[in-house]
Antibody, heavy 121, light 107 residues
Framework: EVQLLESGGGLVQPGGSLRLSCAAS????????MSWVRQAPGKGLEWVSA????????YYADSVKGRFTISRDNSKNTLFLQMNSLRADDTAVYYC??????????????WGQGILVTVSS | DIQMTQSPSSLSASVGDRVTITCRAS??????LAWYQQKPGKVPKLLIY???TLQSGVPSRFSGSGSGTDFTLTISSLQPEDVATYYC?????????FGGGTRVEIK
């Protein structure tokens, strides 16, 4: 059974940093691209970033480019999202998600439970 | 970047009704389109990928069609458990943009 467990969320001040982690199990982690998707309170889904199975290719939404960095450690089956220069509009539930392919040109077939990031003073 | 526009933003229908949700891409995306269902307070769930391929375990009353710029999600006979918000997502290339969502309620 695929399991994705996010951690590292919480309350942070504007301009601060946070690092999200996603521990994956139940599948061959390096064989699948992964992504982060967020959902602000009461709003729709927003794709944030994606990374190929090897980690060689990374992609970002314009809203986070230059501030967020996605990475993965295939030896530890873990996905990361380093978030810097956080703003109030980054407040959201962040979902770790597994794609259906090793490349990011794929639909998302598994989601974590999500973790809340709140940016506020 | 390609924009994804869903319509309507919300709808109310009776149990047993046929429900259709539309998703339009601002440029052609071939069939690189997925549909997701998110029930209130729950995690999104993949319903359909490649525009028309039903994900394993999804009831057959759900179907998808379209290619290029215009896509449709159809629920052939609406059930109470289908109350949810439905999202389309394009994945032909990054950014993997979602549509704005369609909230489906029971009348």
């Amino acid at each position: 059974e695929v399991q994705l467990l996010e951690s590292g969320g919480g309350l942070v001040q504007p301009g601060g940093s946070l690092r999200l982690s996603c521990a994956a199990s139940g599948f061959t982690f390096s064989s699948y691209a992964m992504s982060w998707v967020r959902q602000a309170p009461g709003k729709g889904l927003e794709w944030v970033s994606a990374i190929s199975g090897s980690g060689d290719s990374t992609y970002y939404a314009d809203s986070v480019k230059g501030r967020f960095t996605i990475s993965r450690d295939n030896s530890k089956n873990t996905l990361f999202l380093q978030m810097n220069s956080l703003r109030a509009d980054d407040t959201a539930v962040y979902y770790c998600a597994k794609l259906r392919s090793v490349v990011v040109v794929a639909a998302t077939n598994h989601w974590g439970q999500g973790i809340l990031v709140t940016v506020s003073s | 970047d390609i924009q994804m526009t869903q319509s309507p933003s919300s709808l109310s229908a009776s149990v047993g009704d046929r429900v259709t949700i539309t998703c339009r891409a601002s440029q052609g995306i071939s069939n690189y389109l997925a549909w997701y269902q998110q029930k209130p307070g729950k995690v999104p769930k993949l319903l359909i990928y490649a525009a028309s391929t039903l994900q394993s375990g999804v009831p057959s009353r759900f179907s998808g069609s379209g290619s290029g710029t215009d896509f449709t999600l159809t629920i052939s006979s609406l059930q109470p458990e289908d109350v949810a918000t439905y999202y389309c997502q394009k994945y032909n290339s990054a950014p993997l943009t979602f549509g704005g969502g369609t909230r489906v309620e029971i009348k």
